[in-house]
């Protein structure tokens, strides 16, 4: 690539007013003119991309026009409830929760989940914790990764082994109804509303599928898939978030064990998984990124290969409905 600034972590800075204004102007124009909703919905968890999105809805629209819903559940990290309460506060929107555990058991999320688990540790029982975890791609590259579970018996014993197949996609299957509940949850209100449901995704979950399909992945407006999550972090502080949340690592809040998002699926902490992104997206060489997130080439050159892996098997989840003919016409 001709005339490139050098490769530094400034290839991720941004003018944050100026985007903000940006994005802002974006919800109103699609509300108005395309959506044509009064107000926005949204999910918080008191997480950092929840949080920046109704934080931008806000500036976007007031505070009168967008409503919050907490979505706990028996697996939530109590932690997530306070910081979304404190979020609604914050911002002085309405807002309400809806336990959803009594939902997840109607669909037998908890039994169906635990029934998989059963196929690699019998002895698991119902009271226990559990995650899935997948080792760094730094160790050994893409092609050797294989998920395993770690599970947690009432004693604090703690038991690790790896997957099969049946075993993982059981265990996945099972707890995507938590995020395609809270999805319905979010709906319902929009309609009831008469508003537009707001995605959270930043640009590393949308770019890698990092969602689950008719889940967390719907919506109707995704202000920040655009942007790195090191970039949603630094806006979060731009926009006066409160430094509970602005300081508060990624999680899924998925497992009833605590599980970073890398464990679970970058295997890198998300800044130097950015830049990585970045540094693919717009030309770099692995030898050009590896000095500044502090890794060899091999190992970017890894991340280059998981990028382009994650691609490819999770492109099912962005693709819209497949029909054989196009039907009609887009009113505008």
Known sequence: MTNQKPFSPDVLNIDYDREVEKISE???????????????????SGGIDSSTTAALCVNAIGKERVFGILMPEQDSAE??????????????IKWSEEIITPMLEAFGCYKRRNDAIRKVIPEFGNNWKCKITLPSVLEKGAAYRIFSIVVQSPDGKEI??????EAYLGIVAA???KQRTRKIMEYYNADRLHYAVAGTPNRLEYDQGFFVKNGDGAADIKPIAHLYKTQVYKL??????????????????????????????????YDKMDLCLYGKNNGYSPQQIAPVVELSAQQVQWVFDDIDQKRKTTRYLQLPPLVVEKVTEIAE
């Open 26 to 44: 974006y919800i109103r124009h699609s509300l108005q003119k395309v959506l044509k909703r009064k107000g926005i919905v949204l999910g918080v």
């Open 79 to 92: 932690e997530s409830e306070q910081f979304g309460k404190l979020l609604c506060c914050h911002l002085g």
């Open 160 to 165: 690790k082994t790896r997957l099969n197949q």
């Open 175 to 177: 707890t995507n109804f």
């Open 236 to 269: 979060a502080e731009h926009l006066g978030l409160p430094q509970e949340i602005v300081k508060r690592p990624p999680t899924t809040d998925t497992y009833s064990l605590p599980q970073s998002q890398e464990e679970f699926f970058f295997s890198l902490p």
